[in-house]
């Protein structure tokens, strides 16, 4: 018999019940919640006389709606009244049921996939769930982690379990060492443009090889983050010695005789020699240029060197239609070099890039430099409370407020705009977050996709540029 | 939820691929903490010339005269017909929300995101996956014949046109049953409370830092 992937440990280590047709019960250890999702599910709850299965389970941030200025207002910052009811009825739905909540004026706030791992709230080989697609991230730590929607918020709440499909596994291998001033977002970037936004759908993704052996636990949150964004709901990596690293001290990780007994079990979190998967994808890192998505799909993404694809050129109808539509709305032109668009907006945060080691790379870039005086503005909204204390600690939010960009408070911000943080019509942002969707960051807004040194490298010259060209 | 056996009814073409998650609905309208209300505002950013805010009156908007659901012919459509990757992005039920309240009850697409997928079935809204050349069909005829529609059969697993054609689908059968009575899943979760118990307590001898983590 073959050996089994890190998804199929995972799987068989939650599930509850294999039923006739086909479903499985499946037991889930962690929920995250925030404001967005989860009122109506707390609603159905309640309509129900139910009670939540296990409050120590969960755990809430709002993340979404918060602003990221005035924070010491609380919520009385909220501006919009209709955010400031939703951040409020998740506070009163935690309070109701027990739930913890990092509430606005706590400094463990933060977006919720960032927090998850801060706290040691996200543990390997956990299955963990939240209302929110990004929650792949948590594979990053080898564990079996998906976005769900509300209907399924309120199962979990009501029974600490799903009802799942068992997914097909692949693995998407990246070989060799990445050059100087490619990151992990330019290793998810490149995949997706190979695979494409669908590649994965159906699939579980183990990300694996010498290059995601190589990242730090930032990097492979970050890929993770993105399997999304390749159709895949999971995306993970094995457990190694990077990842007991990480999670050692953490504020909820397990001490003493329970931390030998966990990580004795994390160990064996990997896939085994002999195990088979459904597909391999296998990239060459060190052929991985720093990416720019140029259209309105994450598979619409080049290297920096590249140029805007013409439709013309594409054989397949559908697609070709696809990159006139993205065009149209992008306002470029076929062929356009990516380094001749002009930006308007920089926006370096979201649940992909707002984490410690991404902020520190930004502000290497910006160092001793200015922003572009063409720019409208450039921010940084670091992922939680605590990775402010941090960069503030290393003096990284003097590095950017001297070079011109705003230094913020933490949240979701500009990544989907349900806060104040928009793109104005037409506007082109360098953005360090996740999606590039028609206006996804503010109406008629223009997203392209970048790490946070490549969104830094175009803070400073109102373009895109290679950032290896301003490394010494 | 509302049960769904049989339907039939007209089909509005959504010609294009990969449309996500917040092009169905917005961001902006996320911040309601209802469960109903999200019709008018389904595909807001095509469907209408200006930016659409919460609670705001959209009979009064200007409408995009090019967009499919604005047209005469495609008024009062419950079958939508879509392309590649149908609901791909996010994981916000808002969308299957907004689908239901306009009053879609069925798409049809060659493929669709996985999260958008399970949503759509929680919200009595069956999302059917037809072969890529099928669905190009579908698009002709539907094209070619103003009033257009196709009935749809859970039980059978068909689709059937005009003609008579009919094609059938995969769908499995959890989902498939839930949707035919219109089943809460919770309940049917609920009556394996013991089997819940007994893996929670297994869990706590072989894992017990998963548990009261947070006191």
Not at chain 1, 250 to 260: M, S, V
Not at chain 1, 440 to 469: K, W, Y
Request: charged residues 25%; proline residues 4%.
């Amino acid at each position: 018999m073959a050996g089994k992937t890190l998804y199929d440990k995972l799987w068989d280590d939650h599930l509850v019940k294999q039923r006739d047709d086909g479903s499985a019960l499946i037991y889930i250890d962690r929920h995250l919640l925030h404001e967005v999702t989860s009122p109506q599910a707390f609603e159905g709850l309640r309509l129900a006389g139910r009670k939540p299965w296990r409050v120590d389970a969960n755990i809430a941030t709002p993340d979404h709606n918060v602003p990221t200025t005035n924070r010491e207002k609380g919520i009385d910052g909220i501006v919009d009244p209709v955010s400031r009811v939703q951040v409020e009825t998740l506070g009163k739905n935690c309070d109701e049921f027990g739930i913890l909540e990092f509430k606005i004026k706590d400094q463990r706030q933060g977006i919720v996939h960032i927090i998850g791992p801060e706290q040691g709230a996200t543990l390997p080989g956990m299955s963990i769930v939240c209302g929110d697609s990004h929650t792949s991230t948590h594979g990053a730590f080898g564990c079996l982690a998906h976005g769900i929607g509300t209907s399924e918020v309120e199962h979990v709440l009501a029974t600490q379990c799903l009802v799942q499909q068992k997914m097909k596994n692949m693995l998407v291998k990246v070989n060799g060492k990445l050059g100087p001033g490619v990151t992990g977002k330019d290793v998810v970037l490149a995949i997706i443009g190979k695979i494409g936004t669908a590649g994965g759908t159906g699939y579980a993704i183990e990300f694996g090889g010498e290059v995601i052996r190589n990242l730090s636990m930032e990097g492979r949150m970050t890929i993770c983050n993105m399997a999304i964004e390749a159709g895949a709901r999971v995306g993970m990596v094995a457990v190694d010695d990077t990842t007991i690293e990480y999670v050692k001290g953490r504020p909820f990780a397990p001490k003493g005789e329970q931390w030998d007994m966990a990580v004795a079990h994390w160990r064996t979190l990997h896939s085994d020699d002999d195990a088979v998967f459904d597909k391999v994808v296998e990239l060459d890192g060190s052929a991985i240029q720093p990416q720019v998505s140029w259209g309105t799909s994450p598979e619409m993404v080049t290297g920096v060197d590249g140029v805007v694809p013409d439709p013309a050129q594409e054989e397949d109808l559908i697609k070709r239609e696809g990159i006139v539509r993205a065009l149209k709305y992008m306002g470029l032109k076929p062929n356009q070099k990516i380094t001749d668009i002009k930006l308007d907006r920089v926006f370096i945060g979201s649940c992909t890039n707002s984490r410690i080691e991404d902020l520190r790379e930004a502000a290497n870039v910006v160092k001793g430099r200015k922003v572009a005086p063409t720019l409208k503005q450039a921010m940084v909204v670091p992922g939680s409370g605590l990775v402010k204390a941090q960069a503030e600690k290393e003096g990284l939010d003097k590095i950017f407020i001297e070079a011109g960009l705003e230094w913020r408070d933490p949240g979701c911000s500009m990544c989907l705009a349900m806060n104040a943080d928009k793109l104005g019509q037409g506007e082109h942002c360098a953005s360090t977050s996740n999606r590039n969707f028609e206006g996804r960051q503010g109406f008629g807004g223009r997203t392209h996709l970048v790490s946070p040194a490549m969104a830094a490298a175009a803070a400073i010259n109102g373009h895109f540029v290679d950032v290896r060209e301003m490394m010494n | 939820m509302r049960a769904l056996k049989q339907h039939q009814g007209i089909v509005a073409p959504m010609d294009r691929s990969n449309v996500d998650t917040d092009m169905i609905i917005p961001k902006q309208f996320l911040k309601s903490i209802k469960r109903t209300g999200f019709g008018p505002n389904l595909f807001d950013e095509l469907r209408y010339l200006d930016e659409g805010q919460p609670d705001q009156d959209c009979s009064k908007r200007p409408l995009n005269p090019d967009f499919v659901l604005n047209q005469e012919r495609y008024k009062n459509a419950s079958v939508l017909l879509a392309r590649s990757n149908f609901g791909c992005g996010s994981s916000r039920e808002h969308a299957p929300w907004a689908l239901e309240d306009y009053g879609f009850r069925v798409i049809i697409a060659p493929s669709f995101a996985d999260i958008f997928y399970n949503n759509c079935f929680k919200n009595g809204l069956l999302p059917i996956v037809l072969e890529e050349e099928i669905v190009e069909q579908l698009f002709q005829e539907t094209y070619s014949t103003e009033g257009y529609q196709l009935s749809v059969d859970l039980e059978a697993k068909t689709v059937t046109t005009p003609s008579g054609e009919a094609f059938s689908f995969e769908v499995d059968d959890f989902r498939r049953h839930c949707l035919l009575n219109g089943l809460d899943d919770i309940g049917v979760t609920l009556e394996d409370a013991d089997l819940i118990r007994e893996y929670e307590n297994r869990r706590r001898v072989t894992a017990p830092w998963l548990f009261d983590a947070f006191n």
